[in-house]
């Protein structure tokens, strides 16, 4: 057991002002295995306060400043790595095949961010006019339990970069995340209140956050439900926001396209992260003249993957995060059966191989059509749909018949006709033959899946303003 009772404001570690003591689970076994004491409103005002105390120097200081301070935070997460790395396994239930991924992903955004900013302009000329893209001011961030240390160290990372103070309540439910980024964020030695953690629920310090009048800017990242209850609370203040949120990502596998080959890495982009993915290709399209063979395909591909022990290097699919996540997961697995979906793998329960835990079989539907719950809702867990498509056209109708738009998956043994696709299908983000990121290219999404852009340069001006200066 271990316990997490402080948070960090104005340059220090804290106790909360709030009392509530909240349970840590190791989802791999569904046993309580520590307690953080959770901050409240008054803690998120006194972080706002210090942001805002801090704004006005830090946003005056240099880009060569600002760089500098970036590779210090890089440096510094980077040397906690295999802390990260542990606390995502025991906290998170992430398998060490994808965590180590995801750790080095924490100080990378650093890195990133320094890139950007030693090339960016922060000034341009428009007609008579002098543009100066100035930083918003205070920042509230809220991030999610699925990698929480690379969501914490990317939103700073941007702020920082623009000249902005932040304020960044990280879930209650990585609480051991948290504490080691935070420990390796002080270590850089950041002026006091340029950034501020303070872990609590979303409806006390989330709300107190975005509902502030000294708070600037918003950046969400989590379910379109609370990204709609944000954008009202920001609205009164006409707040900036980004806002990314959920998916329900189509891969397209068009009919050229060797199955064999496409069909695994299909399930590989439905599983991700053990299904917890905003961007899990959840929806497969596939043509109907090649229905039953890419169905025993599939069926032979998902009885390969090993789930289980999110320590073991074989393991691709660990845990959901809590009892509630595994709960959810196993009512849209009931709800396929029942509006007439086929199994074609996995189903309800826990995997033969396991006893304990919050485990999910690897499930695959197939005669999925794409009005049913399981292709309209994000489940978050490794829950795939197979869908049938007569041509490319119809491919591409149901591929953007969606209320989301975050990022889609295209697989063609013609890479001109994938990327004719692509340019039709409605997401922030579509990927070509591969799962592979771009740490430099905007992410984000269209329709409800999200507002604005992170990332690279777009990411960066995200926490900037423009000025015109006019002169005579």
């Not at 879930?171 to 303070?198: C, D, K, W, Y």
Request: aromatic share 6%; hydrophobic share 45%.
């Amino acid at each position: 057991m271990y316990a997490i009772n402080q948070i960090y404001i104005d340059g220090a570690f804290v106790t909360p002002h709030g009392q509530e003591l909240y349970d840590l689970h190791n989802p791999a076994t569904g046993e309580v295995n520590g307690q953080v004491r959770l901050a409240d409103a008054e803690d998120a005002r006194r972080a706002v306060a210090a942001a805002k105390r801090a704004f006005p120097a830090f946003s005056r200081t240099s880009k060569a400043e600002r760089v500098a301070l970036l590779r210090r935070l890089h440096d510094a997460v980077k040397a906690r790595e295999n802390d990260i790395l542990e606390a995502l396994v025991e906290e998170y239930g992430a398998p060490v095949s994808r965590a180590a991924w995801m750790a080095g992903h924490a100080s990378s955004v650093l890195a990133d961010a320094a890139d950007v900013l030693e090339h960016y302009a922060f000034e341009q000329q428009a007609g008579r006019a002098l543009v100066r893209m100035e930083p918003l001011g205070v920042a509230g961030m809220i991030t999610p339990w699925n990698n929480d240390a690379g969501f914490i160290c990317g939103k700073l990372a941007a702020a920082i970069a623009a000249g902005c103070t932040a304020v960044i309540k990280p879930s209650e439910m990585s609480a051991r995340q948290t504490q080691v980024v935070t420990e390796a964020l002080h270590e850089a030695g950041l002026p006091p209140g340029v950034f501020n953690i303070v872990t609590g629920r979303g409806e006390v310090v989330g709300e107190a956050i975005t509902t502030h009048p000294d708070v600037a800017k918003v950046s969400f990242t989590g379910s379109t439900a609370v990204g709609r209850a944000i954008l009202r609370n920001a609205s009164e203040t006409f707040k900036r926001v980004t806002l990314e949120l959920g998916g329900k990502s189509p891969v397209v596998i068009l009919d050229d396209a060797n199955l064999r080959e496409a069909i695994p890495m299909a399930l590989q982009a439905a599983y991700m992260n053990s299904g917890q993915a905003c961007i899990a290709g959840t929806r497969i399209l596939i043509p109907a003249s090649r229905k039953a063979e890419a169905e025993a395909i599939a069926r032979d591909a998902a009885a390969q993957i090993k789930v289980g022990d999110p320590r073991d290097t074989e393991t691709a699919v660990g845990p959901m995060v809590s009892a509630k996540q595994w709960e959810r997961v196993q009512h849209y697995i009931r709800i396929g059966q029942e509006e007439g979906a086929r199994l074609l793998a996995g189903g309800e329960g826990l995997p033969g191989s396991v006893q304990r835990g919050w485990f999910v079989r690897p499930t695959v539907f197939t005669d999925v059509r794409n009005d049913m719950t399981i292709a309209r809702e994000e489940i978050f867990g490794p829950v795939a749909s197979l869908i049938t498509y007569d041509d490319e056209a119809d491919a591409i109708a149901i591929a953007n018949d969606t209320p989301y738009g975050l990022q889609a998956y295209v697989m063609s043994a013609d890479v001109p006709r994938a990327e004719r696709v692509a340019s039709q299908i409605t997401a922030g983000r579509v990927l070509i033959n591969t799962l592979s990121h771009e740490p430099k290219a905007p992410f984000g999404g269209f329709k409800q899946s999200g507002i604005g852009r992170e990332n690279g340069r777009f990411g960066l001006e995200a926490f900037l303003e423009p000025k015109s200066i006019l002169m005579p």
